[in-house]
């Protein structure tokens, strides 16, 4: 079975306000740099259902869903509503879609859950907010639509599940949802003191969590060492019975809100590596406020699912749409030449630093004395 990729057309156009990081137009373009490549056949797209609030509250408490109803609905929110559950609060404004968008985000992980029943690999650009929490909006994150994907997967009998968070910040809701779920593992890579401040050495959450907080400059072999030495063996020996990946773009060098230095050459190293070890693999967006940085690494996560060679010099209908973007902060005055007619960024290597070495060691460590439950689906054992 072919990968499958599902989108929306909800968020071209949709923007949380002219002087917010998430102005930036991010799915639309990446789907449209999708077909300009030719990489996704008719039956490889889907459109994305909305979730319904029924659907969003196996996890958001149903007084919350109700209130960013009423917010999309009035366009405004109560002071009682602002404090409570901190919609237009935060960072998380008050906006058009304000429902309806993040209900397409879960809709779209939902439905990939139910597509890989039997197995399979989805690409949920739209996907990976992954700081929303149950009663309240976080970090630019209404619902959380991972959370919603991992439960969908459960409540198929599906264990163990490993969650894998690249994004510059700290999947908290992520780990926070399943502390007391032995059947989730979580395990995320993000900037070493960064908003939301949590997610370090230590950091367990039960037990059934791995934290690697890495230092400002992570670079490409950096990634490498994690991902060889913590990343990939964690997951050959919980052998899943599905992967969930956040692919956040925010931890590339040309992102506004983090001093990270990955080329977009670690994101597709770190996908492609997790194809093939368990039946079941969703690959989610995140985090990422550079238009062109983000576009360019989601669509080339799909060209790796789906064995894509990535062209040295992108086709006129591709390069179009690059150029057509505008991007209002000190990058955007002045783009290099190469974030218009290439998808693949040139390598960064450095040195492996100990402080690195360190925290993949601490992860593989912090997982060691885990008995992880067996597959509960049999036919995955074949």
Known sequence: MRPLLIGSEIYRGSTY?????????????????????????????????RATPEELQRFHHADYIAALMRAEASQSVSAED???????????????????????SAGGVLLAAR??????????????????????????????????????WRDQGLSPLLYVDIDAHHGDGVQDAFHDDPHVVTLSVHEDGRW???????????GHAANIPVPAGFNDSEM???????????????????????CGADALEEDPLSRLALSNNAHRAV?????GLAPRLIVLGGGGYNPWSVARCWAGVWGVLNGHALPERLPDAAEAILRTLSYHRAA???????????????????????VVRRAAAAALEALADRAFPPRLRAADML
């Open 17 to 49: 306000g002219p002087k917010h990081p998430l102005a930036i137009p991010r799915v639309s373009t990446t789907l449209d740099l999708i077909r300009a490549l030719g990489w996704v056949a008719p039956d490889q797209y889907i459109e994305s259902p």
């Open 82 to 104: 602002r404090a409570r559950f901190r919609i237009g609060a935060d960072g998380n404004p008050v906006y058009r879609e304000v429902f309806r968008r993040p209900a397409t």
């Open 115 to 152: 597509l890989t029943a039997s197995g399979g690999v989805v690409h949920v650009p739209g996907g990976g907010t992954h700081h929303g929490r149950a009663d309240r909006a976080s970090g630019f994150c209404y619902v959380n639509d991972a959370v919603l994907g991992l439960l969908a």
């Open 196 to 206: 939301p401040f949590t997610g370090g050495l230590g950091d367990r959450a039960g």
């Open 224 to 246: 490498a060492w994690v991902l060889h030495e913590a990343i990939l063996p964690i997951a050959r020996r919980l052998r899943p019975a599905a992967i969930m990946l956040q």
């Open 271 to 275: 996908a492609g590596a997790l194809m």
């Open 332 to 354: 955007g005055r002045n783009p290099p030449e190469h974030w218009f007619t290439t998808l693949a960024d040139e390598p960064r290597p450095g040195v492996v630093r100990a």
